[in-house]
Structures are given as C-alpha cells and as structure tokens.
T-cell receptor, first 114, second 112 residues
Framework: GNSVTQMEGPVTLSEEAFLTINCTYT??????LFWYVQYPGEGLQLLLK?????DKGSNKGFEATYRKETTSFHLEKGSVQVSDSAVYFCALSVAGGGADGLTFGKGTHLIIQP | DAGVIQSPRHEVTEMGQEVTLRCKPISGHNSLFWYRQTMMRGLELLIYFNNNVPIDDSGMPEDRFSAKMPNASFSTLKIQPSEPRDSAVYFCASSPQNSPLHFGNGTRLTVT
C-alpha cells in the first residue's frame, strides 16, 4: 500500500536557522507529492507540490525536490522565521492532484524560537 | 472565496448520543473528503465523494459512522452512537478535478 514517513518532532530551531524536514514514501505507480502546513486551530493548507521526478516545488521560501531514486521529498528552508512555527505534513496521491484523497505522514511539529 | 466551511467548530457530547458534522465545500469543487485527525493515528481518510457519489468509504471505522452528500454544496458525517474513542478533529476538504485539496478548519469532537 501507499505510505509516507516523516521525521518525528518536535523540531526546535532558532530564528534564521536552516530547516530540513525529511520525508520518504512508498507508493504504487508514480505519485504526486505534497507538503501541507497546519497552523494552530486551522485546517491544512497546501504549501507546495511536485508531480514528477526531479520536479522542485517551492513557496514562501520553502523548497522540496521529488527524488524518485531515494523515494524522498524533503522540505527545506534557508532561514526560518517565528511565523513558520506550525505542523508540516508530507503527503502523496497516486491519482493526479489528489482525486483519490491524500495519504499523509503523521506530521512534524516545528517550533521556531526568537 | 469563502473556503470550505465546517460546523460546528467544537462539539462536546455524551457517549451514546448522535453527532452530526457538516461541511460546505468550495463552489465548483467536485470532490469532497472527510478526514479524522488524532495524535495517535495522524490524519486518516474516512470517505470521499466525487460528483456527490461516494467513491471509497473503506476508511470509515465502523457502521456507527455514515456520510452523505445530498447535493454539491453540502455533506454530513454522522456518528451514531458516539463513543469516547471517536474524540478527534474531523476535517472536510474539497478539490476541483485533479487539483490539490482545500481543507476546512475542522470540527473538534469530544465524547465524554
């Protein structure tokens, strides 16, 4: 079956530090990959996506590259801010943009300290 | 764009009672999804609809759970009877064809 594995949190960093949140996946076929972010008390919001191997998704300074050879989609940001504190979810879909629903990782809680 | 609207935001009920959660998807989105979020299990897909038709309900945990989508602008998730282990945040999401999901702000359910 399909599954997503994320690094366990919480991840605590100082402002302006470099961020990496690891994500690996197992899927049948060629999935699309996503990162969603959840702020306290809110639903998930799409952060970025990639639909094929070697694609790089980017948004708000965050980047992730679809690595088929290592089945990974690690999230990176060069300089984090306090406002980036949230829970980050890696997800995949084997039916285009998510028409079959997304398979999510368990989420990584990111805490940025001033 | 009002986004996906869920109600209520919070629901506290006693074990054995019926609970109904409501969702209004974004206009024009033809797919609707119900997810459950808990600390232990993370986000689980319960059921999804395409053009108001249930496509996959294999994630619905038990017969106590049921979902309907009587029209393109409304869906309900019902739990009858509710149990304490049903306590979770329930999210509704919608999407247009082959596009990423848009989530509502969720309903936090507490069953005592």
């Amino acid at each position: 079956g399909n599954s997503v594995t994320q690094m366990e949190g919480p991840v605590t960093l100082s402002e302006e530090a470099f961020l990496t949140i690891n994500c690996t996946y197992t899927a049948t076929g060629y999935p699309s990959l996503f990162w969603y972010v959840q702020y306290p008390g809110e639903g998930l919001q799409l952060l970025l996506k990639a639909t094929k191997a070697d694609d790089k998704g980017s948004n708000k300074g965050f980047e992730a590259t679809y690595r088929k050879e290592t089945t990974s989609f690690h999230l990176e940001k060069g300089s984090v801010q306090v406002s980036d504190s949230a829970v980050y979810f890696c997800a995949l879909s084997v039916a285009g943009g998510g028409a079959d629903g997304l398979t999510f990782g368990k989420g990584t809680h990111l805490i940025i300290q001033p | 764009d009002a986004g996906v609207i869920q109600s209520p935001r919070h629901e506290v009920t006693e074990m054995g009672q019926e609970v109904t959660l409501r969702c209004k998807p974004i206009s024009g989105h033809n797919s609707l999804f119900w997810y459950r979020q808990t600390m232990m299990r993370g986000l689980e897909l319960l059921i999804y609809f395409n053009n108001n038709v249930p496509i996959d309900d294999s994630g619905m945990p038990e017969d106590r759970f049921s979902a309907k989508m009587p029209n393109a602008s409304f869906s309900t998730l019902k739990i009858q009877p509710s149990e304490p282990r049903d306590s979770a945040v329930y999210f509704c999401a919608s999407s247009p064809q082959n596009s990423p999901l848009h989530f509502g702000n969720g309903t936090r359910l507490t069953v005592t």
